[in-house]
């Protein structure tokens, strides 16, 4: 079978006035290597996960990852809340016959119990109203010893700067606290170092906490790329689909329990669904 969207109960997102589109990495925008660098980072990271697995990726936005995850995995299923963010990859994907797409809100998915080996949220559980509703909907959908990996900025970095429609940024210690409780073993990583000891990264990050202290940061994507030509320099455009070796991998490092860690921009959650609770 070919990819296609399925609307589910119409857009819930369009229902609350919200378009997760604006603040979507969509293809063709422009971003810096750093950013470029974070989603190669994403999705290398997890394709160890998902060989030979059947993969569904939650708030998979604009689909740039599927793809590749599909060059590994047996089966990758995205879904997104926002009908708009599903139109790129419903065009990209349309002859990939491993790839299949569903609006769907990732609290309250329309998949009978036991599908996925896999389950990926990347960047967006700061987005969900009920984090909890979604953990829970996790261990249905997972199989046996199945794999939850969750990606997020990490609110301890100085430079953080919260999202527009977000909810909750959970640290560290939180995010781990939170899968623990709905029954996942849990090993936590950071990446991207926070700060560069050049004279030139520290006058970069006095920069942006002042524009985002005095609330110059723009609220969309779009919005965004002029001060990142101002602090990165030369931009590239985000692609539909991500390649093997497109940016530089950010190996993730693995963190110590229950300690803050504001030396890095981002955090890595690996649960393993372990039992019953």
């Known amino acids: 079978m070919s990819s296609m969207v399925i609307e589910k109960m119409g857009n819930p997102a369009q229902a609350d ?21 974070m989603l190669y980072t994403r999705y290398h990271f997890a394709a160890a996960f998902c060989r030979g697995k059947e993969v569904l990726e939650a708030g998979c936005g604009a689909g740039q990852g599927l793809g590749y995850l599909a060059r590994f995995a047996k089966k990758v299923t995205g879904v997104d809340i926002d009908a708009q963010n599903l139109k790129a990859p419903e065009a990209h994907y349309r002859k990939r016959e491993n790839i299949e797409l569903h609006c769907m809100d990732a609290q309250k998915m329309a998949f009978a119990g036991e599908t996925f080996d896999v389950v990926i949220l990347f960047e967006a559980i700061y987005y969900l109203n009920r ?54 073993k849990v090993a936590l990583y950071g990446a991207f170092p926070a700060q560069g000891s050049s004279v030139k990264s520290k006058m970069t990050s006095l920069l942006k906490r002042s524009a985002r202290n005095l609330g110059l940061i723009p ?58 609770i």
């Open 17 to 37: 006035n919200k378009s997760f589109s604006t603040v979507t990495e969509m293809p063709g925008g422009q971003a810096s290597a750093e950013q470029l660098s």
């Open 131 to 184: 984090p909890d509703l979604f953990l829970a909907e996790c261990r249905r959908v997972l199989r046996k010893r199945g794999i939850l990996l969750i990606n997020t900025v990490n609110p301890e970095w100085q430079d953080f700067n919260p999202s527009p429609f977000s909810t909750r940024y959970f640290p560290a210690r939180e995010l781990r606290a939170l899968l623990e409780s709905y029954g996942f």
């Open 219 to 276: 609220r969309t994507m779009k919005g965004k790329e002029f001060l990142k030509r101002i602090f990165f320099g030369r931009l590239a455009p985000i692609p539909a689909e991500v390649a093997e070796d497109m940016a530089e991998y950010g190996r993730p490092v693995p963190l110590l329990p229950d300690v803050a860690v504001p030396q890095y921009k981002i955090l890595y959650a690996v649960g393993q669904k372990n039992g019953e």
